[in-house]
């Protein structure tokens, strides 16, 4: 009987227990920990991103004083396939950084700095800074005042800025020179994309444009990308605009990888210096969008590769697919060439 009555009483409880389980508010709870900044403050910077990709941004909501933060969290945008390694021009060897130790009464062999000659230093500097960490580009706003000048962070008056851990939003609030701004930034859960809503009279007004930056890597072991020297030593350029869209592409000795940028309404993107490219909303009223899709292809061939190969595909039922592959060679090297 005793047995049987205990039985019962652990049903109930797990009756119980489930039952409130299934109540609990878990947006509720999880927006408790949503974090607040109310200034610039370097060390609290905030970051959306998807396990793959993040982009960290100061209290406008993108990275627009990348600068100020260096000496504290860096307004990073970073991916997985983002690496980098300068040329080997010395062909320095691995087995150069290696010494040799006796432990538990055998040698072995580890790769340590201390070196014991010029050409050992050589190597151990070279294979500590490579490969490295890419910082993808400094994407931020360029706020103007009323006579023209370019505004600077002592301008901006932050008002409140929410990162939302439940649905991975940051809404940033400031003003400049009374004017309000509200920026919504976002990162796509499958894809290198960050995401924009900017809510201003300003944009009317044309005292907001965006500028993506390329800096250089720094060979250092905190990169804060913010590093501009050496503008001979890498290449970007504009590969292809449109009225709502244009593709950047970032060369790197040996590597590249190319911004893609898609923007609501009118808008114009040109290059004003060295690997500073500026993008500026055309629009009558006080809202606008755009988003920038970091990728090691170029997403505008991709996408016309993709569509021309099923064309093609079809093409090869009619005229054979000997001809219908030739065509879409050519087409292909058009693209690239466009």
Request: net charge positive; hydrophobic share 35%; proline share 3%.
């Amino acid at each position: 009987m005793m047995k049987k009555q205990l039985m019962l009483l652990g049903l109930l409880g797990m009756t119980y227990l489930s039952s409130y389980a299934q109540k609990v508010n878990r947006k509720a709870v999880v927006e408790r920990h949503t974090v607040s900044v109310a200034s610039f403050d370097t060390l609290a910077s905030l970051s959306v991103g998807n396990g793959r990709f993040a982009f960290t941004v100061d209290a406008t909501g993108l990275q627009s004083f990348p600068s100020y933060y260096t000496n504290g969290v860096p307004l990073g945008t970073q991916s997985v396939w983002g690496w980098h390694s300068f040329p080997n021009k010395e062909n320095v060897k691995f087995e150069e950084t290696l010494k040799e130790y006796t432990l538990n009464g055998r040698k072995v062999t580890y790769s340590v700095q201390g070196a014991k000659n010029a050409k050992s230093k050589e190597a151990i500097n070279y294979y500590r800074e490579n490969p490295h960490r890419l910082q993808l580009g400094n994407l931020g706003f360029i706020f103007k005042k009323k006579d023209g000048n370019t505004a600077q962070i002592t301008d901006i008056v932050v008002q409140n800025q929410q990162l939302n851990p439940y649905t991975g939003q940051i809404t940033s609030h400031f003003t400049l020179e009374g004017q309000p701004v509200t920026v919504l930034t976002v990162c796509d859960p499958n894809q290198d994309v960050v995401s924009v809503n900017i809510q201003s009279t300003l944009l009317k007004t044309g005292q907001i444009q965006v500028f993506l930056k390329f800096p250089f890597p720094s060979n250092q072991f905190l990169d804060s990308g913010t590093n501009y020297k050496n503008p001979d030593q890498h290449q970007s350029a504009i590969v292809s605009a449109q009225s709502q869209s244009a593709v950047v592409k970032h060369q790197l000795d040996a590597d590249q990888y190319f911004v893609r940028l898609d923007w609501s309404k009118n808008a114009t993107i040109a290059s004003q210096q060295a690997h500073e490219f500026i993008l500026t909303p055309k629009v009558e009223d006080g809202s606008w969008e755009f988003s920038a899709n970091f990728s090691e292809k170029n997403l505008r061939q991709l996408v016309i590769s993709l569509l021309l190969t099923n064309v093609i595909s079809r093409l090869g039922k009619a005229f054979g697919i000997a001809v219908a592959q030739s065509i879409l060679k050519e087409v292909q090297m058009s693209v690239q060439k466009s």
